[in-house]
């Protein structure tokens, strides 16, 4: 792979095509932090970002599919980065740990091991599933590439199969980090009362898919129905974590992470959390926009007891209101 990019730098260097010479050397970047080159993978964006730009450059988004996966993949580099989420203690050092592990591929790889890349997450919605893989791909320095489920099935017999061998094969060409969000739609049980002859299909090609990866890609699916799962599906991935409700020490926390520069005192803290029990980290973060929304209308540069109770207030009503809707 490094051959071929090496080769496109060359010859775009020669053409003087100064849009695709950043292209391959942003690929070549991608490639190294597959690798577990994180330092030098950093340390070619560097240089991209300082070198000078010309009247005809036209910088390709690596990130971005093109062809016929632009409909059904979405990517993009990402900036977050494990600081920046909760997560429990056990959570926070398996992640750190396939950080870690994926970083010295090259190092695993020269004694005949590889990294765990291959992770499930499950839980209720809201619980910082798909931030977590945007975090696992910041950390990594590589594009997330969510896979648009819509796109992805088709009404035409098998093509739905074919869409996600397109996904595979891109696995290679395109290191990042694969997010396939709502993973029930593509590993449901086979076999059950609702199941259809497509969907069998389906299943069985994303196992064969999965067992001939070899790719440096990681693939992060994320489902809030695990039970929906064939559990032939669980057999294929080398870590599995669960995602919970918060607890009130965990709202807390994220209180502190979304709020740092409004210095909240500890025991209004501490009252929010506990107004803010069952509620999910995506509805606490909604709470918090909201609080300082009301701030800003209000000609304030503080935020005030009012304002967050307020805003707590309207995101428990949602959340039961949605909780009814479920029901």
Not at 19 to 32: G, I, P
Not at 176 to 201: C, I, K, P
Not at 295 to 309: Q, Y
Request: with cysteine.
């Amino acid at each position: 792979m490094r051959g071929d990019i090496f080769r496109r730098l060359i010859e775009a260097h020669a053409e003087g095509d100064d849009a695709s010479f950043r292209k391959a050397v942003l690929q070549l970047a991608a490639s190294e932090s597959a690798a577990g080159h994180a330092r030098i993978a950093d340390e070619i964006r560097m240089l991209v970002a300082s070198l000078p730009t010309t009247a005809r450059s036209n910088v390709v988004d690596i990130a971005q599919p093109r062809g016929e996966l632009a409909d059904i993949l979405e990517g993009g580099f990402r900036e977050e980065r494990l600081r920046d989420i909760v997560l429990t203690d056990t959570t926070r050092a398996d992640l750190t740990r396939v950080v870690q592990e994926n970083r010295a591929r090259a190092a695993l790889e020269a004694h005949g091991v590889q990294p765990r890349r291959r992770l499930l997450f499950h839980g209720p919605p809201g619980c910082g599933k798909t931030l977590t893989a945007a975090v696992i791909a910041g950390e990594m320095g590589l594009p997330l590439m969510t896979v648009r489920l819509a796109a992805l099935f088709s009404r035409f017999l098998g093509a739905t199969a074919t869409h996600l061998r397109a996904v595979f094969q891109e696995m290679p060409r395109r290191p990042g980090v694969y997010l396939f969000d709502e993973f029930d739609a593509v590993g449901q049980a086979r076999g059950d009362g609702q199941d259809v002859g497509e969907m069998r299909r389906v299943v069985t090609s994303f196992l064969q898919f999965i067992d001939a990866d070899r790719s440096p890609s990681l693939l992060i699916a994320a489902t809030n129905h695990a039970e929906l799962l064939d559990r032939a599906i669980f057999r294929r991935f080398d870590v599995v974590l669960t995602f919970s409700l918060p607890t009130t020490d965990a709202i807390a926390d994220l209180l502190r992470l979304r709020l740092p520069s409004h210095d909240l005192p500890g025991d209004l803290v501490h009252l929010l959390a506990a107004r803010a029990d069952g509620l999910s980290f995506a509805d606490v973060a909604r709470a918090c926009d909201d609080a300082i929304r009301s701030m800003v209308l209000a000609g304030e540069t503080r935020l005030r007891e009012d304002h967050l109770a307020m805003a707590f207030d309207a995101s428990i009503r949602r959340a039961a209101e949605q909780q009814h809707l479920r029901a």
